[in-house]
């Protein structure tokens, strides 16, 4: 799995969406999600809703638990689509 699309920073939006789109491979609610990572609920959603960025340490903690491969994907279509249009 390459990371071609990502030259530049995602924006949280996209950061969000690749998020949802884990999650929702694993077959997993935004709750599953919070309790693998040891945040809360809310956290989860803002973050997938963009509402606000998160600290490193949430996010390095929600990345581990979804697995940052399949993180990675999933942005990376999500980045060159959105770099495409």
Same mark, same amino acid.
């Given at each position: 799995?390459?990371?071609?699309?990502?030259?530049?920073?995602? *924006?949280? =939006?996209? %950061?969000?969406? /690749?998020?949802? $789109?884990?999650?929702?491979?694993?077959?997993?609610?935004?709750?599953?999600?919070?309790?693998?990572?040891?945040?809360?609920?809310? *956290?989860? =959603?803002? %973050?997938?809703? /963009?509402?606000? $960025?998160?600290?490193?340490?949430?996010?390095?903690?929600?990345?581990?638990?979804?697995?940052?491969?399949?993180?990675?994907?999933?942005?990376?279509?999500?980045?060159?689509?959105?770099?495409?249009?």
């Amino acid at each position: 799995m390459g990371v071609d699309n990502l030259a530049r920073v995602p *924006t949280p =939006a996209e %950061i969000g969406q /690749a998020l949802r $789109e884990s999650r929702r491979a694993h077959g997993w609610s935004q709750e599953r999600l919070a309790s693998e990572a040891g945040v809360h609920r809310v *956290t989860v =959603a803002t %973050i997938e809703t /963009a509402a606000k $960025e998160p600290t490193s340490r949430v996010l390095f903690a929600v990345l581990v638990a979804v697995g940052v491969a399949l993180f990675l994907g999933h942005l990376n279509r999500i980045v060159g689509e959105s770099m495409a249009a």
